[in-house]
């Protein structure tokens, strides 16, 4: 079992800036694939950002490429997801999740879920 617990987030206007942080504990997540997804209010989830086993594969949504980075710290076993340049859009709360191995986009790929933390961008 791998229990994720989710920190940062908040509010923050346009343009501005934002990290969340998501630490692990029960297992290393050195094998795992970590992800960020997120749900906006009577959306559906959808994925964000992913972070392979592997060292330097990453992946993400085109709605945040260029703007999102994630990365993982492997000895903290913590996985971050910074965010920069937001917009309102981006506004939804956000959810990391753990896999076996590879990435996947599908929210029902993933076994281990974060409680989610709000992310509220003001225009």
């Known amino acids: 079992q791998v229990q994720l617990v989710q920190s940062g987030g908040g509010l923050v206007q346009a343009g501005g800036s934002l990290r969340l942080s998501c630490a692990a504990s029960g297992r290393p997540i050195s094998p795992y694939a970590m992800a960020w997804f997120r749900q906006a209010p009577g959306k559906e989830r959808e994925f964000v950002a992913a972070a392979n086993w592997g060292a330097g594969s990453t992946f993400y949504a085109d709605s945040v490429k260029g703007r999102f980075t994630i990365s993982r710290d492997n000895a903290k076993n913590t996985v971050y997801l910074q965010l920069n340049s937001l917009k309102p859009e981006d506004t939804a709360v956000y959810y990391c999740?753990?896999?076996?191995?590879?990435?996947?986009?599908?929210?029902?790929?993933?076994?281990?879920w974060g409680q989610g933390t709000a992310v509220t961008v003001s225009s």
């Open positions: 999740a753990a896999r076996n191995v590879v990435y996947s986009t599908d929210v029902r790929a993933y076994d281990y």
